[in-house]
T-cell receptor
């Protein structure tokens, strides 16, 4: 069965620090990869996605993620975080012709102002 | 435009009670998903509809869980004889017709607490 691992459950950073959240998945076939974000009191929103092409994907609010197929990884990065990035971040995977998403456990990011 | 809506937003049920959770997908979205999110965990897939057809119900944890989408729009997730372990947030998501990499848009969820 597919699984998704997120390396850190809680991350605390100061404003302007750089962010990298790890995500590894176990499925060996072709996959679609997603990062979703849930801001306090809001619903899950798509941050960025990869399904083909350039393995470096740029999303909203300055986030980017790099798909490294050989490492089964899809790490999320942001060069300089802001207080408003405080949220929970979920990595998710779906199979090429399957629709259901398999989520990681999430990483709670707190940015100190 | 309007996003995915869910009702009720909060539900408290006594153990053994039946509950029904409603999802209104984005207009025109033929795919609809239900997920269950336990405290401190990521969402877990329950079931998937394409229009009115339930194509995958492999994630439903027991036969107490039942979902329907009779007219291919609104969906209802029903849980019979609720138990404490059913306490979770139930998320609904919808997406455009099946194609590679389609995005699922999530609703705000229904937080169910079974006492």
């Amino acid at each position: 069965a597919q699984s998704v691992s997120q390396h850190n459950h809680h991350v605390i950073l100061s404003e302007a620090a750089s962010l990298e959240l790890g995500c590894n998945y176990s499925y060996g076939g072709t996959v679609n990869l997603f990062w979703y974000v849930q801001y306090p009191g809001q619903h899950l929103q798509l941050l960025l996605k990869y399904f083909s092409g350039d393995p470096l994907v740029k999303g909203i609010k300055g986030f980017e993620a790099e798909f490294i197929k050989s490492k089964f990884s899809f790490n999320l990065r942001k060069p300089s975080v802001q207080w408003s990035d405080t949220a929970e971040y979920f990595c998710a995977v779906s199979r090429e012709y399957g629709n259901k998403l398999v989520f990681g456990a999430g990483t709670i990011l707190r940015v100190k102002s | 435009g309007a996003g995915v809506s869910q009702s009720p937003r909060y539900k408290v049920a006594k153990r053994g009670q039946d509950v029904a959770l409603r999802c209104d997908p984005i207009s025109g979205h033929v795919s609809l998903f239900w997920y269950q999110q336990a405290l401190g965990q990521g969402p877990e897939f329950l079931t998937y509809f394409q229009n009115e057809a339930q194509l995958d119900k492999s994630g439903l944890p027991s036969d107490r869980f039942f979902a329907e989408r009779p007219e291919g729009s609104v969906s209802t997730l029903k849980i019979q004889r609720t138990q404490q372990e059913d306490s979770a947030v139930y998320l609904c998501a919808s997406s455009l017709p099946r194609r590679l990499g389609e995005t699922q848009y999530f609703g705000p969820g229904t937080r169910l607490l079974v006492l």
